[in-house]
């Protein structure tokens, strides 16, 4: 990548174009916003073919066709985003000037930025954060809080209620998964995912000792992005669209693309702390990035199918099952790491 970025300057000096790229650390600079550039596109990809995938085994699931636009539907989504683009936007008369139309600039921000803390192989990543665990967790966090402005600037009684639903939610569930994500830094002595999957290179998938804390964090990752059964921010049976009910156009179109993108990002997690990333056998052949795509594609049918077969519910089921189902589990997991690393077994 720098030998690109490299040749381009040189071509760009010759012409006179721009004398200043050849002061130093400029191609620093340029490679790695050529490489953010990179695994933004990749992501967004990745997140539409979310979409695509949901749509038609959502589909099979259910006994019908699904998605027909173009070859296997695929066009479907270009044709949503079209219809997105055109429709208008509309802001209420007593909604917040400022904050209503920054809140879904500021969960499609942050929902970008999760990104560039996710390794895709073991030499395609944006950053090797000694931290990019806790960066990864702390972004997620922000969610709720933006969430909650969204519902609270569109004046509106039920976005409101969608937004602090939302804000309750999320903030319980987060203490099973960090406490889950503690075992697996307990066991591999690192916050950094680049670590944490070279121990599995090295040693045993995560999820063979800790399958309780395996469990218990796709359960919260579930809950964190809102997905059913944990979706009762959005609850369309009772709040249309939840907190996002008075928000249209293409901001709405962001909103909807957040969602997927926190999709994908919480699917590579579980792939990262649990099932060895990237790890697996390539023959010489097969590149380490797709054993990731593979393993994250394989978390997310298992979120799809908990869609199809799961139904929603109540909030005060959802704070049952996390006070008093996950909470006491990833304790135990959380024990039960502690024990072996203690022991010496891993």
């Known amino acids: 990548m720098v030998d690109i970025v490299g040749t381009i300057l040189d071509w760009l000096h010759l012409y006179a174009l721009a004398d200043w790229l050849g002061s130093p650390g400029v191609l620093q600079i340029v490679t790695i916003l050529v490489v953010a550039l990179i695994i933004l596109i990749v992501g967004m990809l990745v997140s539409i073919t979310l979409i695509w995938q949901e ?10 066709v699904g998605t027909q636009v173009g070859p296997f539907g695929l066009f479907q989504n270009f044709a949503d985003a079209f219809k997105v683009l055109v429709k208008e936007y509309i802001v209420p008369n007593a909604a917040d000037r400022l904050i209503y139309p920054l809140a879904p600039i500021l969960i499609i921000g942050v929902s970008m930025a999760m990104f560039v803390t996710i390794p895709y192989s073991q030499g395609f990543y944006m950053s090797d954060s000694d931290l990019s665990v806790i960066l990864t967790l702390a972004m997620f966090g922000v969610i709720p809080f933006a969430v909650l402005l969204g519902g609270w600037a569109s004046n509106n009684k039920y976005t409101l209620i969608g937004g602090m639903r939302a804000a309750a939610q999320t903030c319980a569930y987060e203490v099973p998964l960090l406490l889950s994500v503690a075992s697996v830094v307990v066991l591999t002595g690192s916050l950094s995912l680049n670590d944490v999957v070279a121990y599995q290179q090295e040693n045993v998938w995560m999820v063979v000792p800790l399958i309780i804390g395996f469990l218990v964090f796709i359960i919260s990752m579930i809950s964190e992005i809102e997905r059913v059964p944990f979706d009762l921010p959005e609850a369309e049976a009772e709040l249309v669209e939840g907190w996002g009910t008075e928000y249209g156009g293409m901001r709405f179109g962001l909103i909807m693309m957040s969602e997927y993108a926190r999709a994908f990002v919480g699917s590579s997690l579980v792939a990262l702390l649990f099932l060895g990333g ?15 795509l593979l393993k994250m594609f394989l978390v997310f049918t298992i979120f799809i199918w908990a869609r199809a077969a799961l139904p929603r519910v109540r909030t005060d089921q959802i704070l049952h099952i996390c006070w008093k189902r996950l909470l006491p589990l990833a304790a135990i997991n959380l024990f039960i790491a502690v024990f072996f690393k203690t022991m010496g077994w891993f």
């Open 278 to 292: 990237w790890a697996g056998p390539t023959f010489g052949i097969i590149p380490e990035g797709l054993w990731f």
């Open 55 to 64: 749509r038609k085994m959502l589909g099979r699931f259910m006994d019908r």
